[in-house]
């Protein structure tokens, strides 16, 4: 394993670290699986934002015993509603969850607390502002169970005013190809290099749309009204997605997110895979026109009232787009709630950081899963 240090923090972090979002769904085993060999294969940084009960007691498994060899993140400002991810602000439910995180996992001390998804300018200036969320994050800091401060978003504008303010020792940041042409991004990383603040990159695979045949790539954009990519070359690799985000400038560890053994193994791949494998100048070309409006089925716009999967509703329409087939249909009709349940209540359209609109593509998604 590559170990890079995390900015001022001087932790020493895995260059491939891990992503847990894709392990919330499958079954724990698998998940406890997946991190027990990740550790063994030398990762030590996981970013671990989920609330659920039930997914932390796993994880809390996964690192029984290896508390010493890992370097754990918790997220000030995630929790749950109804079994489905929330974002919220209130502080006492906010305290509350971190207090949850350190009972589950059974340890003293969060390595580095996030404060989570903030990507508006007013929620930023909310979470600075005296009593705010920072000043919880301090507080959990001084009372030694949190040992840094971090901050992930989305967007530059709101990064760059975040690490501004030299309360953070940390930035989380989605660092991957489809990016690369967005106006601020290399002058986010040097800044983040001159303050010493770490930079860990998420997203890599762009939610895995990076990953499958171009084609499909743009079709959620095209849905959305928006100029297509333009693009004709072959689906990326883990190889170079993972090479892209580690060769920004400050860029520490990037944290794949894998759901199996042998998605981990390909982001693992990236260490023995020589300067032609890793080589992603050709496929950077073709991202030049991209601007947002993908869906990256990251979820972030949850919690649904209907109780909908939204990311996993927009993936299964991806694909259908290509070609509906039957087991499509099933695939979708199996979902617990599916684009027939939408509400059209538009509560997750200003949550989504990436400037989708959920809500229309479920209408897509409805017409095009109705049997015929
Ligand atoms: S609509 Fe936006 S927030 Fe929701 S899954 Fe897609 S990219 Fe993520
Ligand atoms: S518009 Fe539909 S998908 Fe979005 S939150 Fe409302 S019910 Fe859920």
Redesign the pocket.
């Known amino acids: 394993m590559e170990y890079r240090t995390l900015g001022r923090t001087g932790l020493e972090v895995s260059a491939i670290s891990l992503g847990t979002e894709y392990l919330l769904d499958v079954p724990p085993v698998q998940a406890v699986d997946v991190v027990r060999r990740a550790i063994e294969a030398g990762v030590n940084y996981f970013d671990l934002f989920y609330a659920q009960p039930a997914f932390r007691d796993t994880m809390a498994q996964a690192f029984e015993g290896l508390r010493d060899r890992v370097v754990l993140t918790a997220h000030l400002g995630a929790g749950e509603r109804d079994g489905q991810y929330e974002r919220i602000r209130d502080p006492e439910r906010c305290a509350a969850y971190i207090e949850d995180n350190l009972r589950r996992y059974r340890i003293d001390c969060i390595d580095v607390l996030f404060l989570h998804n903030c990507d508006e300018p007013d929620d930023c200036d909310a979470i600075f502002a005296p009593g705010g969320l920072a000043e919880m994050a301090e507080g959990f800091r001084s009372e030694g169970k949190a040992r840094f401060v971090g901050f992930s978003t989305h967007t530059i504008a709101t990064a760059r005013r975040a690490i501004a303010t030299d309360r953070v020792d940390v930035l989380m940041f989605p660092i991957n190809l489809t990016g690369h042409a967005t106006p601020g991004r290399r002058e986010l990383f040097e800044a983040c290099l001159d303050r010493g603040i770490g930079l860990v990159g998420m997203k890599p695979y762009a939610?895995g749309k990076l990953l499958q045949p171009q084609p499909e790539l743009s079709l959620t954009r095209v849905a959305t009204g928006g100029p297509s990519l333009e693009m004709d070359q072959q689906a990326v690799t883990p190889v170079q997605c993972l090479a892209y985000a580690l060769a920004q400038p400050g860029v520490s560890a990037v944290v794949p997110g894998c759901s199996d053994l042998s998605q981990l193994e390909d982001a693992l791949s990236w260490l023995s895979a020589d300067d032609a494998e890793r080589d992603f100048s050709a496929a950077l070309a073709g991202f030049g026109r991209f601007r947002s409006g993908?869906?990256?089925?990251?979820?972030?716009?949850?919690p649904c009232p209907a109780g909908i999967d939204?990311?996993a509703v927009?993936r299964l329409l991806d694909r259908a787009r290509v070609g509906v087939t039957a087991a499509l249909r099933d695939e979708h009709a199996a979902l617990p709630a599916n684009a027939f349940h939408c509400r059209q209540c538009g509560a997750?359209t200003p949550?989504?950081?990436?400037g989708?609109d959920?809500g229309e593509?479920m209408a897509q998604a409805a017409e095009l899963f109705a049997v015929p």
């Open positions: 939610g993908e869906c990256v089925y990251c979820n972030h716009c949850l939204i990311g927009m997750c949550r989504c950081p990436f989708v959920p593509l």
